[in-house]
C-alpha cells in the first residue's frame, strides 16, 4: 500500500464518549477521565505529530490531560494506540469522524468506554 493512501489524522479532533467506571479503591486515579460508574464525557484529542502510520498527540477532558500514541493499521482504516495508563483502539469512518472504544486498568480503577471523534474544522 502506498504511503500516499495513509490518512492524515493531524489536527484537533472533538470528543464525545460514554464509559463505564468499575472502582477499586476510594476514588479515581488522576487522569480517570470517567469518575462514575456510568459517564458521559466531552474532552479534545490533538494530534500533534504524524509521521507515516505513527501518530503522538493529548487528551485532553475537564479532569485531566494525557499525551498518547497511535498506529494506523495497514487497511488505513483501523486504528491502535496506548495512552499514559490504558488502550484504545479503533476505525476511521471518514476523513472527518473515528470511532474509537478505550479501556484501563489501574490499581485505583477500571474503565470501559466509547465514542465518536470528530475534526473540528
Known amino acids: 500500500m502506498a504511503d500516499s493512501d495513509i490518512p492524515n489524522l493531524t ?18 486515579g488522576p487522569k480517570t ?11 479534545e484529542a490533538v494530534i500533534t505529530k504524524q509521521q507515516g502510520r505513527i501518530m503522538h498527540g493529548t487528551f485532553k477532558s475537564q479532569r485531566a490531560t494525557e499525551n498518547f500514541v497511535g498506529a494506523i493499521g495497514l487497511d488505513n482504516k483501523t486504528l ?4 499514559e495508563q490504558g488502550f484504545w483502539e479503533g476505525k476511521i469512518i471518514d476523513k ?16 470501559v468506554a ?3 471523534w470528530t475534526r473540528k474544522k
Open 11 to 28: 489536527g484537533t479532533w472533538v470528543v464525545k464518549t460514554e464509559g463505564g467506571l468499575l472502582l477499586k479503591g476510594k476514588e479515581p
Open 33 to 43: 477521565h470517567h469518575t462514575q460508574p456510568f459517564s458521559s464525557l466531552n474532552a
Open 80 to 83: 491502535y494506540g496506548s495512552y
Open 96 to 111: 472527518d469522524t473515528i470511532q474509537i472504544a478505550y479501556r484501563h486498568v489501574t490499581p485505583t480503577d477500571s474503565v
Open 114 to 116: 466509547v465514542g465518536v
